[in-house]
């Protein structure tokens, strides 16, 4: 377990970067239980406080955050957001 503290950049990175892996997920028929429930986690907490998340949740953010810098920057798209969010969650 560890508290990260999620500011409203950040939690807009992450929504954005799990709602895609959760939609590729769900057109592969594949479980989705995990990344749901973090996403309703996510969108239920106020913005500057500080979350406790598990282990598998933080890797599951740092792999659906990681995927969506890379694709950014695959297209020569801004990823400050996406960069920051990945140092909090290390």
């Known amino acids: 377990m560890r508290k990260i503290r999620l500011t409203r950049a950040n939690k ?24 749901g429930s973090l996403i309703l986690k996510i969108d239920s ?3 500057d406080k500080k979350a406790i998340f598990s282990i598998e949740e933080i890797r599951l953010m740092r792999i659906t955050t990681n995927r969506l810098r890379n694709e950014r920057l695959a297209k020569g798209q801004y990823t400050d957001a996406a960069d920051d969010m990945l140092l909090k969650l290390f």
Do not use: F, H, T
């Open 12 to 35: 807009s990175i992450l929504m954005k970067a799990l709602g895609a892996y959760y939609y590729q997920r769900r057109a592969i028929n594949a479980d989705n239980k995990e990344v």
């Open 45 to 47: 907490l106020p913005a």
